[in-house]
């Protein structure tokens, strides 16, 4: 398996950051080049479906990468400040594995926390060709947090 993590700290509440980290049509505010669909009749909780696809259209043509996801873990923040935690089933075909986002309370504000687990189309034997793609990865990962996180200090403005 392969390994991203990227975490930001927010000037939002904890209960804000986790609204729109599980907002998944949202997602396309703060992932660059992402269209988020939910496929549930439900939005929120275990067992949504989301389709997510990062990449480039070119009239029919689309270039990059498709993402379904299924919701397989699902802890929301607590008044008392306990974490909040969503936990991601990645069924491919772009790759398969395990995604979780954690919303932490701090003084201030939040810390969302991203940690990716996966396998690439080929699974464990085009594992190491991938290998060198991880700081790239990672970057944009931490770029979208970032984002993530001026959009919600916008939106305290």
């Not at 804000?16 to 939910?38: K, N, Y």
């Not at 306990?82 to 075909?93: A, D, F, R, S, T």
């Not at 699974?123 to 993530?148: C, D, E, K, N, Q």
């Amino acid at each position: 398996m392969l390994l991203v993590t990227a975490s930001v700290r927010a000037d939002a509440t904890a209960a804000a950051a986790w609204r729109a980290v599980i907002d998944w049509p949202g997602q396309a505010r703060w992932i660059p080049l992402t269209m988020v669909r939910v496929r549930t009749g439900h939005a929120t909780g275990l067992g949504v479906r989301v389709e997510a696809f990062s990449g480039l259209r070119v009239g029919p043509l689309r270039f990059g990468l498709l993402d379904r996801f299924v919701v397989a873990g699902w802890r929301e923040p607590d008044a008392d400040g306990g974490p909040g935690e969503v936990e991601v089933l990645h069924l491919g075909p772009g790759f398969t594995g395990v995604g979780t986002i954690q919303v932490l309370s701090v003084p201030g504000g939040s810390i969302i926390a991203v940690t990716e687990s996966f396998l690439p189309p080929g699974g464990a034997v085009v594992a190491p060709l991938v290998r060198p793609l991880l700081p790239l990865l990672r970057a944009g990962l931490s770029f979208s947090l970032r984002r993530l996180a001026r959009l919600l200090s916008r939106e305290l403005a």
